[in-house]
C-alpha cells in the first residue's frame, strides 16, 4: 500500500489507541476517582491555596459561567495592553515591535477564545515574551477553560437531578495539571530531539552554500507547538504554523503534531460516557463524528492526491499530487488529512497552506468549520454537538410520539428556545460578515486603511469570495486557519473578526451550560419503552442528518458561490 | 464576584510561574542535551556554517540541485507561502515560467517529466526538500555542469534519499542542501 | 354522536373554511404564526413589484413577478384553509353536540315552587327544574331530588338506559339526554356558554386557544429556521453582488419563501385543532390542548378493574360441595336459592346450573311457592324459602360461618379450605347453607373483558404502565391482574390511596392518567397529569379532570393516549418533511440564480429544469400545493404503531425524512415541465 496513505491510517489508529483509555482517565479525574496521578494533589492544593480557591465549593450553572467568564475577561485586558507594550518589555531579541491597537484586540481575542486566528507573523510580530506569557500561556488556559465548560456540562448529566455542578476552578486547573502541562511535556521533549529549538536565542545569521546571507529566526518554540496541538489552539511560532522545518522537522514530528490535537477532543467524547455513566451513547457520539470526519477527509484526499487540473492542463505530470503550498516531507496525504482534522477540531494549525489547495478541499474545510463538532474543540466540540443533540431530540421526539426527552429531562420550549439561537448564531455571524466584507470590499475599495479593500484578495473571482468566506468561518468556529492570502491586518478584519470570535466562543459555551443546567435541574424521567434511545443506531442518523441538513441549507448558496463555483469552472476547463 | 476576579488574578498568576517560566525552561534545559542544543541543527562546511539542516536554501546556480520555488525568497527571518487558488490566472503563468525556466536548462526534459513540486511553491518558502523525481530530472544537468559521470550522481541521489518513516509511513524525499554538499565534497 | 362524519373536506364546512382563509389574512391574526407572516411580508413586497415592473425595468417581466406573486398569496390562503377547515369540522362537531340542548324547553320551578316553563337558553346557573317521563333534559346539572331512568344515546351512542339519583356518584346528568321513567329535580350546574362543550368549542375557534408547551417550543425552532433564511437571503444579495450576479426581488423572495418551513408552519395549528377534534370525536371533551399533548407522554394508566379490566359482574363457574353431599343435590339447592334472584350473580347461578342438571331435575313444585330473601348489608346473604319450609341462604363465606355456627353447627374444614382456594386464585366464594347446615360453595369468577389483554400489550409497547385500581383483596387482585396482564394492581383501594400512588409515580418524574367518576376520585383526578371524568360522574370529578368521556368507557384513555401520541407524532414528521424539502428547492432555486453570470454552476441543476424563470416558478408552486396535499394527513394525523421508539423513528425518518428529500425532486421537475410550456 501506498506510504502516504499508510502514514494516515497509522495516525488514526494511534489516536485512537491514546485517546479511548485517556477518555477513560478523564472521566476518572474529573470524577475525583482514583486514577494514578492523584500524587500530583498536594501541588494542586497550593495551587488552590495560593490562588484562594476551596476546590470544594460546589456552583451552580449560573456561578460557573460567572467564574469563567470573568477569567478570560482578565487575560483579555491582561493581553491587550502586553502586546501592545510588548517592545517594551524584556526577551525581544530581535527587537519586534508593539502591536498596533486593533491587532492587539484582535490576537487577544484569538487567543483568549483559543482559535488562534493570527494576523501577524510569528517571527516578526511577536517578542519570546509575548510568545510565552500571552500565547502560550493561553494555549493552555484557554483549552481549560474549554474543558472544565465541558465538564460542568457532564456533571449536569451524571446524576439525575442536581444543581450543583461542581466547582470551575477545580476543572480548570485539573484539566491542566492532570492532562494538558503532562502531555505537553511528553510532546515538547518529542519535538526538542526532532529539531525544534527551544532555546531563547534570537535570530542568527549565516552565509548560505551558494552565498547569500540568510537571517534565521528561532525561539523557544517546542513548548508552545506542543500545547498549541493538544490544546487545539493552532496559534504557532513561525508565521507558516506547521509547514514550518522548524516547526514540524519531519514526518515524524508531522504524525505527533496531528496525532496530540485530535486525543483529547475525542477522549472528551469517551470521556462524556464514562462520566455520566452510558458509554454507549458515547460511543454512538463518537461514531457519527468519525463517520462525519471520514466523509470530509477521503474526498479531501482524494482531491489533494488528483493534483490541481488547472496545471495538468499546462502539461505538467500531477503524479505526486497538488503541490502548492505542501512541503514535500508530509506530501499532500499527509497535508491533506491534517487539513481536514484541523478544520473539523477547532486547532486550526496547518501544514500546508490551505489557500493553495484544490476548490472541493477548501469546501470541505469550510464545511469541517461550519459543523464545528465533528470532535471540536478541545471540550467545546462535545458542547457544540450537544445543541445539534438538542435539536435532533426535539424533532425525533416529537416523532415517536413523546414530548421530546434528554437523558431522562424533557426538552421544553426555554431548552429549545437557548438552542435555536445557537444555531441561529453561526449562520448569523458567517454570512453576515461575509456579506459585510463583500459589500465594502465592492464598494469602498479605496478606504484608506493598512490594506485597502480592494487589495485584500491575493486571489480574483470565486476563490477570493472563498477567502473572505473562510476567514469568517474560522473566525467563528474558533478555528484560526486561513485562506492566508487574505490581507487580513487591517482595521475591518481585525475588528470584525475580533467581534465574530467573541461571540462565536462565549456564546456557544454559555448556551449548551444554561441548557444542561437547566435540563440538570429538572425532574428526571425513568425510562419506558415509549422513551426514545439516543444511543440507537436510528438516533444517530437523526443526528447526522440534523447537522448535515441545518448546515447545507444555511450555507449552500455561500458555498456554491465560493468552492463550487470555483471546482465546476476549474472542471469545465479540463473539457 | 469581587471573589471571583480577585481569584482569577491570583490563579492567572500562579499559572504563569508553572506554565511561562517553569514550563519553558525545563524544555529548554532538555533541549541542550539535541542535536542542535536547543538551537536548530546547523550544517557547517569547512568548519563554517552554511545552513540549517532543516531550512531549505535557495539554489540558482546550475551546478547544484534546486529546491523547489519559494514564494519569500528562501527568506527564513519570515517565512510564506504564496497562496495562491488552484483556479488563479495570475498564479497559472507563473507556473508556466517556471515550467519554461527549467526546460531551459533541461532542454531534454519533457514536459510531462515534471513533477509538480519542482513548479509549485512550498506551503513555508523554506522547504528543505524536493521529492525523488523532483532530484532525478535535474540529475544530467547537475552531471552536465559539474562534468561528472551520470552514473556518480545517480548514486549520490540514491545514498542522499530520506526513506518513508520506518520505511512505512509517508513519502520519501531528499533534503537539498545536504545533497548539494555532498555533491561539493564529491568535487573534491 | 350520530353527526360524525368521516368525510374530511364537506362543502358546507369548506365554504366557512374559504370564507375564514381570506379573513385570517389580517395581519394582526397572522402575526402569531410567524413563518406564515413572514410569507404575507413577502406577498406584499411581490405586489409592490409587479406593480413596479408595469412601467419600470430590472426587476423581470410584470407577468413573470405577478404569477411569483400569486403563488405566494395562494400560500398564504393554503395555510390559513388548513387552519380554518380544522376549525371548521371542530366547531361543527362540537355545534351537533350542542344543537341538541338548544331549544329544549325547561321547566323551571321558581321560587314561590311554581312551574314555569321557559326556554333552555334562559336558565341559569343555579336554578332548578323539573323533568317527567319524556322530557329532554335542557342543560347539565346535578339532580338534587328523585330517581330516574335516563336515555344518554343522543351523547353517548349507548341505547341501554341508565338510572341517575340525587346524591351520591350518579346524581350528573347531561343536557339533551332524556327521562325515561319517574321524576327528577335538576339544578343547573354550569351557566350558559360555560359548559364543558361551550369551553371546548372556545378552543377549537382560536379565540381562546392557547399554543401548547411544545407547540410553543416547535414555533421557536421554526421561527430559528425563518430567521436563518432571513439572513441567507439577504447575505445572498452582496455576495451575488461580488459575483457580478443581480439578483431580481422575485428570484430572492422565491428562495426564501421556498425555505422556510411553510409547510409545517401552514399546518402546525391545523394539527393542533385536529388533535382535539380526533379527541372529540371519540366523545371525549378536552379542556385544553395540552391535556391532549399530555395524554401522548402517560406513563402510567390508573384503571378501575370492575367495567374496564372485567365486565361489571362475575359469574359462577364451579360448585364445590362439601363432604357427603351429593353434587347434584348442591348444585338444586344453588339452582333453587337463586331462582327470584335477578343480580347477574343469581342469573349466572340458574345458567350454571342448569346446564349441570339433568333436564326435569328440578320439579315445577318445587319452585312454587317460595319466598325471596332478599340481600341485605346487615345480613350479607340472600336465598329462598322454600314452600317446605326449608330455608336455602347464599352469602360471604365469614357472614355465613356466622351462620353456622350461631345454629351450633361446625363449618367443615373441606369447604373452609375451597373458600381459601377460591379466593386465591381471584374468584369470589359463595356459601351455601340449608337450614344453617353449610352444604358446599359457589365460586364466582371475574370475567376478564375480551381482547383486553391485548390493549395492555400494546399500551406497555407504548410504554405505558397500567395500574389495575380494585377494592379486591391483594390476593384476588393479584390473580386477576396476571391473568388481565396489567403490570401493577392496587388492591383494597380507599380512594386515598390512587391518590398516594399517583404522588409516587409523579414524584419519579412520571405522567400519569387516570379515570373516575365519583366525587371522591376528583382529588385524584385533579392531581393525574390526565383526568378523565366520566360524563356521568359527579359535577365535583368533571370539574377537576382535564377532559370528560362522553361514552363513560374506561377503556377510552387507551384512545386518548394514542390520540396524543398521534398529535406529536403528526407536528414532528410534518417539520421533517418540510425541511427536508428544501434540499431539492435548492437544487432547483441556486443554480437558477447564478447560472446566467456563472454558467458552470448549470452542474448544480441536476433536475435539469428548463429555465431559470421555470425553475423558481415551479419551486414555488410546489412549496404551495404541497400545503393542500398534507391537510388530510395533518387532519387525520399520522398514523401511531406501538413497535418502540426506535423503530417508530426509523420508519417516520425513512417515510417523511426521505421522502421529504426526494418527494420535492420528483415534484418540481413534473412541474417543471408543465411550467416549461408556457414559459
Not at chain 1, 459561567?65 to 495592553?81: D, E, H, P
Not at chain 3, 381570506?22 to 406584499?44: A, Q, S, Y
Not at chain 3, 367495567?307 to 357427603?324: L, V
Not at chain 3, 393479584?478 to 403490570?487: L, M, N, P, T, Y
Amino acid at each position: 500500500m501506498n506510504t502516504e496513505l499508510l502514514g494516515i491510517i497509522a495516525s488514526f489508529a494511534i489516536t485512537l489507541v491514546i485517546a479511548v483509555p485517556l477518555g477513560k482517565y478523564l472521566a476518572n479525574v474529573f470524577a475525583g476517582e482514583k486514577t494514578w496521578t492523584d500524587f500530583l494533589k498536594p501541588f494542586e492544593s497550593i495551587i488552590y491555596k495560593l490562588s484562594g480557591i476551596n476546590p470544594k465549593e460546589q456552583m451552580t450553572w449560573k456561578q460557573h459561567l460567572k467564574a469563567m467568564l470573568t477569567i478570560n475577561s482578565v487575560w483579555l485586558v491582561y493581553g491587550f495592553f502586553v502586546l501592545m507594550y510588548q517592545d517594551k518589555l524584556p526577551l525581544n531579541p530581535d527587537g519586534n515591535a508593539g502591536m498596533s491597537p486593533d491587532l492587539s484586540f484582535n490576537t487577544i481575542i484569538s487567543f483568549v477564545v483559543n482559535c488562534n486566528l493570527q494576523h501577524y507573523s510569528g517571527e516578526s510580530g511577536l517578542t519570546y515574551f509575548t510568545q510565552q506569557f500571552v500565547i502560550m500561556f493561553l494555549h493552555f488556559t484557554s483549552a481549560a477553560t474549554g474543558i472544565a465548560a465541558a465538564v460542568v456540562f457532564f456533571k449536569a448529566f451524571r446524576d439525575k437531578t442536581t444543581t450543583t455542578l461542581g466547582n470551575f476552578w477545580e476543572f480548570f486547573v485539573k484539566s491542566i495539571t492532570r492532562l494538558l502541562l503532562p502531555l505537553s511535556l511528553i510532546v515538547g521533549l518529542i519535538l526538542a530531539f526532532n529539531g525544534t529549538p527551544t532555546s531563547y536565542e534570537g535570530k542568527d545569521q549565516f552565509i548560505s552554500l551558494q552565498g547569500d546571507t540568510v537571517n534565521v529566526s528561532r525561539g523557544p518554540a517546542a513548548g508552545m507547538i506542543a500545547v498549541k496541538h493538544l490544546g487545539t489552539n493552532g496559534g504557532g511560532w513561525f508565521g507558516v504554523n506547521s509547514a514550518h522545518p522548524l516547526e514540524n522537522p519531519s514526518y515524524l514530528t508531522n504524525m505527533v503534531e496531528v496525532i496530540s490535537q485530535m486525543i483529547i477532543p475525542i477522549a472528551m467524547v469517551l470521556a462524556f460516557g464514562y462520566f455520566i455513566r452510558k458509554r454507549k451513547f458515547a460511543w454512538t457520539i463518537f461514531g457519527v463524528m468519525t463517520i462525519g470526519m471520514f466523509m470530509l477527509l477521503i474526498p479531501t484526499i482524494m482531491s489533494e492526491l488528483g493534483g490541481n487540473p488547472a496545471i495538468e492542463k499546462l502539461g505538467i505530470s500531477q503524479t505526486i499530487g497538488a503541490m502548492e503550498g505542501k512541503e514535500v516531507r508530509f506530501g499532500p496525504a499527509a497535508s491533506a488529512y491534517w487539513s481536514t482534522v484541523t478544520t473539523i477540531i477547532s486547532t486550526g494549525s496547518v501544514n500546508s497552506m490551505h489557500d493553495s489547495g484544490m476548490p472541493l478541499s477548501g469546501l470541505w474545510q469550510l464545511l469541517g468549520m461550519m459543523i464545528n463538532s465533528f470532535y471540536g474543540g478541545c471540550g467545546v466540540g462535545i458542547l457544540n454537538y450537544f445543541i445539534y443533540l438538542i435539536i435532533a431530540v426535539f424533532i425525533s421526539g416529537l416523532m415517536v410520539g413523546r414530548t421530546p426527552e434528554f437523558l431522562g429531562h424533557k426538552v421544553e420550549a426555554r431548552e429549545v428556545k437557548i438552542a435555536a439561537i445557537i444555531t441561529l448564531l453561526s449562520p448569523l455571524l458567517i454570512l453576515a460578515g461575509t456579506a459585510i466584507a463583500s459589500f465594502v470590499f465592492g464598494s469602498y475599495g479605496d478606504a484608506d486603511w493598512a490594506v485597502k479593500p480592494a487589495n485584500w484578495l491575493n486571489n480574483p473571482s470565486f476563490h477570493g469570495f472563498s477567502e473572505m468566506l473562510y476567514e469568517m468561518t474560522s473566525s467563528n468556529a474558533n478555528n484560526g486557519s486561513g485562506f492566508e492570502g487574505l490581507g487580513d491586518n487591517n482595521i475591518f478584519w481585525n475588528i470584525s473578526t475580533g467581534i465574530v470570535l467573541f461571540l462565536g466562543r462565549f456564546l456557544p459555551i454559555i448556551g449548551p451550560i444554561a441548557i444542561a443546567g437547566l435540563l440538570g435541574a429538572k425532574k428526571y424521567i425513568p425510562a419506558s419503552a415509549g422513551t426514545l434511545k439516543t444511543d440507537t443506531k436510528t438516533f444517530a442518523l437523526m443526528t447526522f442528518a440534523v447537522i448535515l441538513v441545518l448546515n447545507a441549507l444555511s450555507y449552500f448558496p455561500a458555498l456554491a458561490l465560493g468552492p463550487l463555483a470555483e471546482y465546476f469552472t476549474m472542471i469545465g476547463l479540463r473539457e | 464576584m469581587k471573589k471571583y476576579i480577585l481569584q482569577s488574578i491570583r490563579l492567572t498568576l500562579v499559572l504563569m510561574v508553572l506554565l511561562c517560566i517553569l514550563y519553558p525552561l525545563t524544555l529548554a534545559f532538555a533541549g541542550k542535551f539535541s542535536k542542535g542544543e536547543g538551537s536548530g541543527e546547523k550544517v557547517t562546511k569547512n568548519g563554517k556554517t552554511v545552513g540549517y539542516a532543516l531550512i531549505g536554501q535557495s539554489f540558482t546556480n546550475p551546478e547544484y540541485f534546486w529546491g523547489r520555488p519559494s514564494a519569500v525568497g528562501y527568506n527564513a527571518a519570515g517565512s510564506g507561502g504564496s497562496n495562491k487558488g488552484p483556479s488563479n490566472p495570475d498564479y497559472l503563468q507563473q507556473v508556466s515560467d517556471r515550467v519554461d525556466t527549467l526546460l531551459k536548462y533541461h532542454p531534454y526534459l519533457k514536459k510531462s517529466q515534471i513533477p509538480s513540486d519542482m513548479v509549485t511553491a512550498s506551503g513555508s518558502g523554506l522547504d528543505p526538500n524536493i521529492s525523488l523525481e523532483g532530484a532525478k530530472i535535474q540529475i544530467k544537468r547537475v552531471a552536465e555542469y559539474r562534468k561528472l559521470d551520470k552514473k556518480q550522481v545517480e548514486k549520490l541521489v540514491e545514498e542522499n534519499t530520506e526513506k518513508p518513516l520506518l520505511g512505512l509511513f509517508g513519502p520519501s524525499a531528499l533534503n537539498v542542501l545536504k545533497l548539494n554538499l555532498a555533491l561539493d565534497e564529491l568535487k573534491r | 354522536m350520530k353527526s360524525q362524519s368521516n368525510k374530511l373536506f364537506e362543502p358546507a364546512l369548506v365554504q366557512t373554511a374559504l370564507k375564514q382563509s381570506f379573513v385570517k389574512l389580517d395581519p394582526r391574526v397572522m402575526i402569531k404564526n410567524p413563518v406564515m407572516f413572514t410569507v404575507e411580508i413577502g406577498t406584499l413586497v411581490m405586489a409592490y413589484v409587479t406593480f413596479y415592473s408595469i412601467s419600470n425595468t430590472g426587476q423581470g417581466s410584470a407577468l413573470y413577478n405577478f404569477f411569483i406573486f400569486l403563488v405566494l398569496f395562494l400560500t398564504l390562503l393554503f395555510a390559513n384553509f388548513a387552519e380554518a377547515i380544522a376549525e371548521a369540522r371542530g366547531k361543527a362537531q362540537a355545534d351537533s353536540l350542542r344543537k341538541t340542548r338548544e331549544e329544549t324547553p325547561a321547566k323551571l320551578i321558581l321560587a314561590d315552587g311554581t312551574i314555569k316553563q321557559v326556554s333552555s337558553s334562559q336558565i341559569k346557573k343555579g336554578d332548578i327544574f323539573i323533568c317527567e317521563t319524556g322530557d329532554t333534559i335542557p342543560t347539565d346539572g346535578e339532580i338534587v331530588e328523585g330517581i330516574a331512568t335516563i336515555d344518554e344515546s343522543a351523547i353517548t351512542g349507548e341505547s341501554a338506559p341508565v338510572i341517575r339519583e340525587a346524591g351520591g356518584d350518579k346524581s350528573s346528568v347531561t343536557g339533551g339526554t332524556k327521562v325515561l321513567s319517574d321524576e327528577i329535580k335538576v339544578m343547573v350546574s354550569t351557566s350558559l356558554g360555560e359548559s364543558f362543550l361551550d369551553k371546548m368549542i372556545a378552543l377549537v375557534e382560536g379565540a381562546s386557544r392557547q399554543k401548547t408547551p411544545n407547540e410553543i417550543a416547535l414555533t421557536i425552532l421554526l421561527a430559528s429556521f425563518t430567521l436563518v433564511f432571513i439572513i441567507v437571503c439577504i447575505t445572498l444579495k452582496p455576495f451575488a453582488d461580488y459575483a457580478n450576479t443581480p439578483i431580481t426581488i422575485a428570484a430572492l423572495i422565491s428562495l426564501f419563501v421556498c425555505l422556510i418551513p411553510t409547510t409545517i408552519g401552514g399546518l402546525l395549528s391545523a394539527i393542533g385543532i385536529a388533535g382535539m377534534d380526533r379527541a372529540l370525536r371519540a366523545n371525549v371533551i378536552t379542556k385544553s390542548g395540552k391535556a391532549v399533548e399530555t395524554a401522548g407522554d402517560i406513563d402510567v394508566l390508573l384503571l378501575d378493574k370492575t367495567g374496564t379490566i372485567t365486565i361489571g359482574n362475575r359469574k359462577a363457574t364451579q360448585f364445590y360441595p362439601s363432604k357427603g353431599i351429593p353434587r347434584e343435590v348442591f348444585i338444586k339447592l344453588c339452582l333453587l336459592s337463586s331462582i327470584p334472584d335477578d343480580t347477574p350473580e343469581g342469573k349466572s347461578i340458574v345458567e350454571l346450573a342448569n346446564q349441570l342438571l339433568p333436564i326435569g331435575a328440578v320439579s315445577s313444585s318445587e319452585k312454587e311457592g317460595m319466598d325471596f330473601i332478599k340481600f341485605t348489608a346487615e345480613t350479607r346473604s340472600s336465598g329462598v324459602k322454600l314452600s317446605n319450609g326449608n330455608q336455602i341462604l347464599k352469602g360471604a363465606s365469614d357472614a355465613m360461618r356466622n351462620i353456622t355456627q350461631k345454629a351450633g353447627f361446625n363449618f367443615p374444614e373441606d369447604t373452609a379450605e375451597e373458600v381459601k382456594k377460591i379466593s386465591s386464585n381471584g374468584g369470589t366464594p359463595l356459601v351455601v347453607t340449608e337450614n344453617a347446615v353449610v352444604m358446599g360453595v359457589i365460586e364466582l369468577q371475574d370475567i376478564i373483558k375480551p381482547g383486553i389483554s391485548e390493549r395492555f400489550e400494546r399500551l406497555r409497547k407504548m410504554g405505558v404502565k397500567t395500574v389495575m385500581v380494585t377494592g379486591d383483596n391483594p390476593l384476588t387482585a393479584k390473580f386477576i391482574a396476571e391473568k388481565a396482564g396489567v403490570d401493577d394492581f392496587i388492591a383494597e383501594a380507599k380512594p386515598e390511596d390512587k391518590m398516594n400512588y399517583i404522588k409516587a409515580e409523579q414524584q419519579q418524574g412520571k405522567l400519569v392518567a387516570m379515570m373516575g367518576d365519583g366525587t371522591n376520585d376528583a382529588p385524584a383526578l385533579a392531581q393525574a397529569d390526565v383526568g378523565v371524568a366520566m360524563n356521568s360522574g359527579t359535577q365535583a370529578a368533571k370539574e377537576a379532570g382535564n377532559m370528560v368521556d362522553l361514552d363513560n368507557d374506561p377503556t377510552k384513555l387507551i384512545e386518548i393516549v394514542e390520540i396524543g401520541k398521534q398529535l406529536l407524532i403528526t407536528r414532528g414528521t410534518l417539520t421533517t418533511f418540510s425541511i427536508a424539502n428544501d434540499v431539492a428547492k435548492y437544487f432547483a432555486i441556486v443554480p437558477a440564480l447564478f447560472i446566467a453570470s456563472i454558467p458552470a454552476l448549470q452542474s448544480l441543476n441536476i433536475m435539469g429544469l428548463n429555465s431559470p424563470e421555470s425553475a423558481i416558478l415551479s419551486a414555488v408552486i410546489f412549496n404551495a400545493i404541497i400545503i393542500p396535499i398534507l391537510i388530510p394527513l395533518a387532519l387525520k394525523g399520522v398514523a401511531y404503531k406501538p413497535i418502540g421508539a426506535t423503530a417508530l423513528l426509523r420508519q417516520n425518518l425513512l417515510i417523511y425524512g426521505i421522502g421529504g428529500v426526494v418527494a420535492p425532486f420528483i415534484g418540481i421537475k413534473l412541474i417543471d415541465l408543465v411550467v416549461g410550456l408556457f414559459i
